[in-house]
């Protein structure tokens, strides 16, 4: 899959820049044209002769090459590359990707790119697990970066240690993957073109006073990415995201609320004009009874907050779906899985569970994998644990199946 791919191989100051002869000899041997740009940083672990010798292309460093002052156009190597690999990547480099600081020919060439950008962050644990670099990261990733480090899912690698950087085969590996899954996903038809699809998505937070709330540790990513593969299939799409640190496709129209309040005003609003429902938001299943109008001060010993129970957002849309229309609703369960599941299919009119467990590692909350099965009432399909996004295709198939 990466025969005839042009890649941009962006390499930064740290120890495993060696390694980047490796990913220039696997590229290069899977068909792939590479282009290195480096930093001066870079320049200091690993010589400019040895990457250009591998590559057959010279070296691009500066804003100007050096031979006889001729601009090097961070715009054209933005057009020209079918994705943008940046490894070994540096807490450093994270943090100017991540707020704009276009201070060398590497981070101009990677905000002027167009193509899909691929980060191995390489550094020892204590720089990694700093805030700051964590941060770094998910700002990165909320750019619709593909970061791929040992053992995070992306590459079923098993390895530990965060912070050292993927191997490069798994590096060239995961390119690989992503230029396979992309050539599935443009042979799709556009099987959901002239459907219009309700997503909810996220949290819901439910005030207690005016700087504290009831939520939950859901991300949003599961739903987003339902969202984005309905758009992808031609489908019209209305989000309807809780409290989350994500970015949609501008053609998807989303709107944005805090409470499940404000989630059942949107949903119910919006789910007539819809030909499906898919209820993934982790919502809030009860708010306190009076919220305080005021910071609630410490005081004696115990606090009580009375609660009640918040609208049932996907058994309100049950009861109003029509014989057209269909909904699947998520479950997340610890424990007797299917039975609560089988118990949901009947008190949301659901067409279909999507049923999620917490006893799988490295599934569910905040977690870039899945993995489910789906209940309706002829049965059960049990999946593999996939990313989200794949996990959105096999969910999406089935829907198609019903519409
Ligand atoms: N849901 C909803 N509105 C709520 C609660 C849940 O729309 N107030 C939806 C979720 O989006 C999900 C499904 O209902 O699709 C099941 O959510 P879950 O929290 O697992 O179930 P509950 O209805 O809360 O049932 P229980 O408390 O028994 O687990």
Known sequence: M?????????????IAAYKSCLIIRELIKSGAEVQVVITPAGKEFITPITLSALTHKPVVSGFFSQKDGTWNSHVDLGL???AMVIAPCTAATLGKMANGVADNMLIT???????????????????YKHPSTLKNIDTLRSFGNHIIEPGNGYLASGLEGKGRMEEPENIVRALDNFFSCSVELLSYTEDLKDKKILITAGPTYEKIDPVRFIGN?????????????????????????????LTCSSGIHRIDVESCMEMFDAA????????????CAAVADFRPEVVAERKIKRKGDDLLLKLKPTQDIAATIGGMKRDNQRIVAFA?????????????????????IVLNSTRIPGTTFQADDNQITIINKEGK???????????????????????
């Open 2 to 14: 990466l025969k005839g791919k042009k890649i941009v191989l962006g390499i930064t100051g740290s």
């Open 80 to 82: 020209w590359a079918d």
């Open 109 to 127: 060439t990677y905000l002027s790119m167009k193509a899909p950008v691929f980060i191995a962050p390489a550094m020892d644990l204590d720089m």
């Open 217 to 245: 540790y859901s991300s949003g990513k599961m739903g987003f990415a339902l969202a984005e593969e309905c758009y992808r299939r031609g489908a019209k799409v209305v989000l309807i995201a809780g409290p989350v640190n």
């Open 268 to 279: 119910v609003g919006e789910f007539t004009e819809c030909d499906a429902a898919i209820l």
């Open 332 to 352: 997340l369960e610890t424990n007797e899985e299917e039975s609560n599941a089988q118990r949901k299919l009947e008190k949301k009119n659901a067409d279909f």
């Open 381 to 403: 399909k049990s999946y593999a644990k996939k990313p989200k996004t794949e996990v959105a295709h096999d969910i999406i198939d089935e829907l198609v199946a019903i519409l």
